[in-house]
């Protein structure tokens, strides 16, 4: 299979051209080639999509086509129809990475596609973090064009929290990194929350396939759901180190100063009542279309692997520091 992966230099799209060039394929990767190396065996095409006719060192090698595209443009509406206008017509296959940030309703668990989602807006724009409906609305839009142009040879996928090797979000990877320092670990009381993840590899090979087998339609690109509680004490016993897990209700949390999620002080998997259903979807659908789900010990062991390099002790993105955790733990009794 001839695959033209758009990106190739980070984290998921880096994933998807290693494992394609693992299964025999060749790859051609289009990126500007400032973020990383593609994988051994992959062909880099610079191009800057930013940049008018940024893709034109891409059409000049497109020939008669490829079998399969990859596209994980992130938050860009002229990205995707720019790709589209150049290489829809010659694609077998395409595949769009959405994310389940699309959706309008992030309360209710169970969701699958199919669900209401947020009204398109076809425009440019960076910054998910900043307004997470803008970034769910662009990428709303993008997934409507890819359909309208390849129809029965689009396949959408909506990724949650994606994990494993190379994840440098922290989202994940704080937990097998503060497990592995040991001791008391501050963790939320949160029996009935719910919480799922995919490891990157597996998001990685179940797009691969959907090109070779001509995969279609929208699935959301997640891991079965299950208790936060048990989630946490399965990648305590996969890290192996000797802790205590000290749960902390929801409000004395708050009341601590730790917020949910993400950034600054943060318990990362942790969701407001507002967003219990954010990672809480339906994976019945995917599952049954092929994707499959590694061990949570393999994506422990890769995300941990991942920490170290980084550093254990580095300015995190999400998580708390070892001295914010101490006077968090202090307020207990």
């Known amino acids: 299979m001839r695959l033209l992966v758009l990106g190739g230099t980070v984290f998921l799209s880096r994933a998807v051209a290693a494992t394609a060039i693992t299964r025999g394929h060749q790859v051609t990767c289009a990126a500007r080639g400032m973020s990383g190396a593609v994988p051994d065996g992959a062909t880099l095409v610079p191009v800057d999509r930013d940049a008018p006719d940024g893709l034109a060192a891409l059409a000049e090698v497109a020939g008669d086509g490829f079998d399969a595209v990859v596209d994980v443009s992130t938050i860009s509406y002229p990205w995707v129809a720019d790709a589209l206008a150049l290489l829809a017509g010659k694609a077998g296959h395409w595949t769009f990475v959405s994310t389940c940030n699309v959706y309008a309703d992030h ?10 989602l947020l009204p398109p807006l076809a425009e440019g724009g960076r910054g998910p973090e900043a307004d997470p409906d803008r970034y769910g609305s662009i990428k709303v839009a993008c997934e ?12 959408v996928v909506r990724p949650g929290l994606i994990t494993g090797p190379a994840d440098a979000s922290d989202r994940f990877g704080y937990w097998p990194a503060r497990f592995a320092r040991g001791g008391r670990v501050v963790v939320p009381a949160a029996p009935d929350l719910l919480t799922q993840h995919i490891d990157v590899r597996d998001l990685a090979t179940w797009i691969v396939a959907a090109g070779e087998t001509g995969l279609s339609g929208t699935y959301d690109g997640i891991g079965p759901a299950e208790p936060l509680p048990d989630l946490l004490r399965d990648i305590a016993a996969a890290v192996g180190t000797d802790v205590e897990l000290v749960p902390m209700a929801p409000d004395a949390l708050v009341a601590a100063g730790v917020n949910y999620w993400a950034g600054p002080k943060s318990l990362p998997l942790w969701l407001p009542p507002t967003h219990v259903g954010m990672a809480a979807h339906d994976a019945t659908p995917s599952l049954a279309a092929g994707l499959r789900i590694r061990p949570l010990a393999e994506t422990v062991a890769g995300a941990l692997e991942t920490e170290r390099l980084l550093g254990l002790d580095r300015e995190r993105k999400a998580g708390m520091s070892a001295a914010e955790e101490a006077a968090v733990l202090a307020t207990t009794h």
């Open 144 to 155: 409507n064009a890819v359909r309208d142009e390849l129809g029965d040879r689009a396949f």
């Open 107 to 116: 309360e209710t668990p169970g969701l699958r596609p199919g669900a209401r």
